[in-house]
């Protein structure tokens, strides 16, 4: 993990240096030639070209409290499509479902209570709020959550569950309407382990040590950075949706806010992916998804970064290295399943 995360400081530091505070964007390097300072060797640029998808782990390493490790992984796959086609698949998502991604539900913009109608925690996790307090919770919660919780549910009666599920559409929609009228900074901090963490302190620091996007599309970084108080990008779509997840022992809520972006100028396309929650593991996420055309042709080149905790002590090293490897393999069919979604939508008539 040592060398991995020395690679991504030397790329960062690569960037930085090309890429002066307050200078326009850089241009964008040929992918093959990025792909190849990124530490790809030539066989897997030849697997590239047959069609194979290509990864690689940037880091694991403690960087937060609660024992929280960033984790990234990177990598890319050839696709044979036209960014009108990339740019729809966008719109929809379909393009971009995987294994594991069992639910996705839109929403809208501003939330309405229907978005969530369908939203239903897994029993497990109904029956572990029951023993929900600050500092020691099995789903990821603020304060003031826990509070109303142990104040709204009453756990002997027959339709507790219903309760609990009721209570978490509300809390997912008051949370939304809380981002899209004043961003992350307006979310109450996480209370389910023994440190408070902050979900906006996350994102900003995922932000941060993502440099390439500051570096190539330095708007959309700033757009992303600073929602909602930023104008919205001409040329650009954006969408929320929540859904629920299997990458882990347990079901995994998700909401997310995307922003595909097309710069003027370029023929790529830019899709930012921002955690807004997850129930479990994660106390922040973010991705970059790339369509990059190059004259070899067009490529799908994606960078996922996630931040889990309970990931020190003894044996913090290898569940690391475990959940690092994890991760660069869900990357990997992440990338196949895109490919293949994509390629389908070229085919049809």
């Known amino acids: 993990m040592r060398d991995a995360r020395s690679l991504t400081l030397a790329l960062a530091a690569m960037l930085a240096a090309s890429f002066p505070p307050g200078a326009a964007a850089a241009t964008r390097p040929a992918v093959r030639d990025f792909l ?3 530490g790809f060797t030539l066989d897997q640029l030849a697997a590239l070209d047959r069609g194979q998808a290509i990864t690689r782990r ?3 390493e403690v960087v937060a409290p609660n024992e929280t490790a960033e984790f990234a992984a990177f990598g890319a796959v050839r696709v044979d499509m036209p960014r009108e086609l990339f740019a729809e698949a966008v719109r929809s998502i379909e393009g971009f479902r995987y294994e594991g991604m069992q639910r996705v539900t839109m929403i809208g913009n501003p939330p309405q209570p229907s978005d969530f109608a369908a ?3 897994p029993p497990e996790d109904v029956k572990d709020l029951r023993d929900c307090r600050p500092g020691a919770c099995a789903l990821k919660l603020a304060g003031p ?3 109303e919780l142990k104040a709204r549910i009453d756990w002997k009666a027959r339709d507790h569950a219903e309760q609990v599920n009721r209570f978490a559409r509300e809390q997912l929609l008051a949370a939304m309407r809380l981002y899209v009228g004043e961003g992350t900074a307006a979310f109450k901090p996480l209370e389910d382990k023994s440190s408070s963490i902050s979900i906006d302190q996350q994102l900003r620091e995922l932000l941060g040590n993502t440099p390439e996007l500051l570096a ?6 700033e757009y992303v950075l600073e929602y909602p108080r930023r104008p919205r990008l001409a040329r650009s779509q954006e969408l929320f949706y929540w859904s629920l997840n299997e990458f882990g022992l347990k079901p995994t809520l998700t909401v997310t806010h995307v922003v595909g972006y097309a710069p003027e100028g370029s023929e790529d396309v830019v899709v930012v992916w921002k955690q807004l929650y997850a129930s ?8 970059v998804t790339t369509y990059a ?13 996630v931040r889990a905790d309970g990931l020190g002590g003894m044996f913090g090293g290898v569940k690391r290295s475990k959940i690092a490897g994890a991760a660069e393999k869900t990357l990997r069919k992440f990338l196949e399943a895109t490919r293949a979604n994509l390629q389908a939508r070229v085919r049809r008539p």
Do not use: I, K, Q, T
């Open 58 to 60: 940037l880091g694991a």
């Open 145 to 147: 959550n826990l509070a």
């Open 216 to 221: 190539y599309y330095p708007e959309l970084h």
């Open 36 to 38: 190849r300072r990124a």
């Open 293 to 305: 055309r190059d004259p070899e042709g067009a490529y799908v080149v994606h960078l996922d970064r």
């Open 119 to 121: 939203l239903s925690l």
């Open 280 to 287: 479990h593991y994660f106390n922040g996420g973010l991705a």
